[in-house]
């Protein structure tokens, strides 16, 4: 069973991930229809952001995974026998 604090990490990871799923649903689906005088575009980053940002996170994800499962390889190789 978790313990109370892992109870709220979880749930903030959980909060975390539906505010960033919000902006970024409102910054690529709501804006391109919103006049661009609007005051709701100061609160958004201009659009070209919305395609290199997950483009960057996916190449930092990507690079992770990679990285970790180099090091498990790397700690899990067996030495060579020598006769």
Known sequence: MATG???AVGMSLVLFSLLL????TVWVIVLPFVDGRHVLHR???PREYSVILP???AVLL???I???T???LWKNRKPKKTD
């Open 5 to 7: 604090a892992d109870q």
């Open 21 to 24: 799923f919000s902006y970024y």
């Open 43 to 45: 609160y958004f980053l």
């Open 55 to 57: 483009g960057v996170a």
């Open 62 to 64: 990507l690079l992770c």
């Open 66 to 68: 990679g990285t970790f």
């Open 70 to 72: 180099a090091v498990i």
